[in-house]
């Protein structure tokens, strides 16, 4: 089957490549879909699409839409965080992810999910007194909150885990862990909008496999969840990132 991939990130935010280099890409793994979902404009400096850029991207993206109709269907989206700005123009799908902790920082910005293992570190020591488990609950209690958004996509809904290899800093199984990861998938489960399994820290090597881990995975589906493979690609090569191997493995789960 021809693959889509929804989650694709380019130079207009923190992406290496122009869209155009990901559309030719795309061509060339024979997509059938291809939806941009540049990290939406936020209150603060940081690698999102800068609020004064936002026309240029939707106007790049629906130039493509049109030379490429017929070859591959474009679609213009956002991943929006709980933070971003509000949404004012039509988009035609939103990936709401959470990529920030709760606490508001002296700067009054916000720590990263996804910065580094050691800022990670610095941010449960700091904010969160040293318990990486009153961090993933921060963390989820926010994804819960994307509920709000209305989201089109659950974006990786267990970006926690993205330095967590080896169980550097929690127990993915440990019943705390759980607990909240759940109370999130809970909430968001009346939303009836497909989470991903996002298959991007494996093509950048940082985990063996897709967010979210088996364990939350089994239990979006058994509750009726839907899911959606994305890539979360920030280059050409990350496009579809093993999309076949990762559906077999989605199948296995019922
Ligand atoms: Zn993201
Ligand atoms: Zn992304």
């Known amino acids: ?35 941009f979902s540049a990290h939406a404009p936020m209150p603060f400096e940081g690698y999102a699409l800068p609020a004064d850029r936002e026309d240029d991207y939707r106007a790049e993206i629906l130039r493509l839409k049109e030379v490429y109709r017929g ?14 700005l509000p ?8 990936i709401g992810s959470v990529h920030f902790f709760s606490p508001v920082t002296e700067d009054g910005t916000r720590r990263e999910v996804d910065g580094g293992a050691e800022p990670l570190r610095d941010t449960i020591d700091r904010y969160f007194g040293g318990d990486p488990y009153a961090a993933a609950e921060d963390y989820f209690a926010s994804v819960a909150r994307l509920r709000a958004l209305s989201p089109t996509v659950i974006g990786h809904l267990d970006l926690i885990r993205k330095y967590n290899r080896g169980a550097a800093f929690f127990d993915e199984l440990s019943p705390r862990y ?14 009836d909008v497909p989470f991903e399994v996002n298959t991007g820290a494996v093509s950048r090597g940082y985990r063996e496999t897709p967010y979210p881990a088996a364990p939350l995975l089994a239990y979006v589906l058994k509750n009726g969840g839907k899911v959606i493979l994305t890539s979360d ?21 019922g």
């Open 87 to 94: 949404v004012t123009k039509p988009y035609d799908y939103l």
């Open 233 to 253: 690609a920030h280059k050409p090569e990350g496009l579809c990132y093993e999309f076949d191997k990762w559906a077999e493995y989605v199948r296995m789960f």
């Open 178 to 191: 759980l607990t909240a990861a759940r109370r999130a998938i809970d909430a968001l489960l009346p939303l």
């Open 71 to 84: 070859r591959i269907e474009i679609l213009l989206g956002l991943e929006l965080d709980l933070y971003s």
């Open 1 to 35: 089957m021809r693959p889509s991939d929804l989650h694709v990130h380019t130079t207009f935010c923190d992406g290496a490549a122009s869209p155009e280099e990901m559309v030719r890409a795309a061509l060339e793994l024979g997509c059938r879909r291809l939806g």
